[in-house]
């Protein structure tokens, strides 16, 4: 049980549901126009990912889920999504979709989506206002939870 807990993380749920619609979609194949148009999605994503790790890098907090934070990270993607993050991961699913010809993974997507706003999102919110107060009341009337 111990092992499943650490494994509950955003980017394995990414990678199981990935998985999953792959094992399940063996007969679909790419349309040659949606490869590029995904890939882009995949590389935006990454991009995406990577800026806002950066911003939780320069506040010296932690990034993984569930850990207790020391700072509010509002700079960077953080000014126009508070999960920028979790966005990625979903912008990652439906460009890798878009590029393999997948189409259930349409509903992995969505799965993705509330796995992330339940098993995360929530928790991370009610703890963000418990140990920053205000100044996370005042961030969260400001900006959006995803764009």
Do not use: C
């Amino acid at each position: 049980m111990e092992l499943l807990k650490k494994l509950d993380l955003p980017p394995v749920w990414l990678i199981l549901l990935m998985a999953i619609a792959s094992a399940s979609t063996g007969f679909e194949t790419a349309i040659p126009e949606m490869i590029w148009p995904g890939r882009m999605l995949i590389i935006l994503g990454l991009l995406l990912a990577v800026w806002a790790a950066l911003a939780f890098r320069r506040a010296r907090t932690t990034i993984i889920p569930k850990e207790r934070p020391s700072a509010l990270v509002d700079t960077g993607p953080y000014r126009i999504s508070r999960n920028p993050i979790y966005l990625a991961d979903l912008v990652i699913l439906a460009g890798w979709s878009l590029s393999h010809g997948i189409l259930i993974a349409a509903v992995m997507t969505m799965t993705m989506f509330f796995v992330l706003e339940r098993r995360f999102i929530l928790g991370e919110e009610a703890v963000l206002e418990a140990d920053l107060g205000q100044p996370y009341l005042d961030y969260k009337a400001r900006v959006r939870r995803w764009i």
